[in-house]
């Protein structure tokens, strides 16, 4: 049985690092697997500051952008964190298996406490709350970007760990991490992944961005002064990068591509790019905003974590009873 379990956190404005990264595998491993769960994890979120307000607004529009991008209700189910107590409960029994020198690897954690005066708890452990998440629903397949990998290895070390020393209870997932695309980068500093997170707007598109602002931002984008249009991740980050967006939005190999500029100039490829990315983008916001019906949301996210709740309830049981806690 293949079974597909993917999270986006309700931070910031999602990217098309996001959304090639993740949610457009989302879409496309819904009709291959068995089943599949997409959550919002607004458990995740909370281990930076979040404005509470923001919070509430964002959560609901990372379950209205899978409804955009493609993901089909009737095909996966689509609900947030918070609403299945399960989450929670399994993070902390998981807390108690995981080692503090396994924590202490995560390189996200360093990169995201690096320089802050006030880091919380949590966002140390969170790894173990994303091992908990994936562990709950015996998902087989965990689609997510270049970043995550680390994270989902943990996720089977403990799940291994916790077999071993109990009996087999958890299925040990695989990360489902594309070859292409796995890892866009940052317009401004292409050696860099781009963030939802980073200071500078210019870095980064948003999915929901207007044509208008991100057509600045690409022909912006840094490239390098030899205005040959090769694909070269070492030599020349800006120029792949280009070529990467442009190939998975326009479904063209990077080969293609490359044939068919040579001789042309950067200016040329990136206008073209932002013709190929507005058709695509376009079609995406315009779902958004026709989903924009709050009380359609709220019952598909309803239906979602109805769903979960029966597969967690099950887990934690099988999880408490292995462990010797008394269920009367
Ligand atoms: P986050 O923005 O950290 O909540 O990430 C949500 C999902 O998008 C995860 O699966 C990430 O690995 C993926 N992702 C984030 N940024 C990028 C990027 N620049 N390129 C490819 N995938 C990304
Ligand atoms: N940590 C992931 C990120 O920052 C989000 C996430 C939380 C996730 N739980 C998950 C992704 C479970 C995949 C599976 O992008």
Not at 20 to 43: M, N, R, T
Not at 200 to 221: C, H, Q, T, W, Y
Not at 306 to 327: L, S, W
Request: charged content about 30%; glycine content about 6%; aromatic content about 8%.
């Amino acid at each position: 049985m293949k079974r597909i379990f993917s999270g986006v956190q309700p931070s910031g404005n999602p990217t098309i690092g996001n959304y090639l990264g993740a949610f457009k595998q989302f879409v496309e491993l819904q009709h291959d697997a068995d089943s599949a769960i997409y959550c919002v994890v607004d458990l995740h979120a909370i281990t930076v500051p979040q404005d509470p307000a923001k919070l509430r607004k964002r959560s609901r529009e990372i379950a209205q952008i899978y409804l955009a991008c493609g993901v089909d209700p009737s095909k996966a189910s689509i609900f947030i964190q918070s609403h299945v107590k399960e989450h929670a409960e399994l993070g902390w029994l998981l807390q108690c298996m995981t080692y503090m020198g396994e924590a202490n690897r995560m390189t996200q954690y360093k990169d995201k406490s690096e320089g802050k005066a006030n880091v919380n708890v949590g966002l140390f452990t969170y790894p173990v709350l994303m091992a908990a998440d994936i562990l709950l629903y015996d998902a087989t397949h965990v689609p997510v970007g270049d970043d995550q990998k680390q994270h989902i290895e943990l996720t089977r070390d403990i799940a291994e760990r916790f077999n071993n020393r109990f009996g087999e209870t958890f299925v040990i997932p695989e990360p489902q991490i594309q070859e292409f695309g796995a890892r866009i980068m940052a317009l401004d500093e292409p050696t860099k992944k781009m963030s939802k997170s980073a200071e500078n707007e210019g870095s980064r598109i948003a999915l929901l961005e207007d044509p208008a602002v991100f057509k600045k931002k690409i022909m912006r984008a840094v490239t390098d002064t030899e205005n040959e249009i090769r694909f070269d991740e070492e030599n020349k980050p800006g120029v792949s990068n280009l070529l990467t967006l442009y190939s998975l939005y326009a479904d063209e190999s990077v080969e293609s591509l490359v044939n068919r500029y040579q001789g042309q100039g950067y200016g040329t490829l990136k206008k073209d790019l932002v013709e190929v990315m507005t058709d695509k983008m376009g079609a995406i916001q315009k779902r958004f905003r026709e989903l924009d019906d709050q009380t359609e949301l709220d019952r598909i996210l309803k239906q979602g974590a109805d769903q979960a709740r029966e597969i967690a309830e099950k887990t934690v049981n099988r999880v408490k009873d292995a462990m010797g806690f008394v269920r009367i």
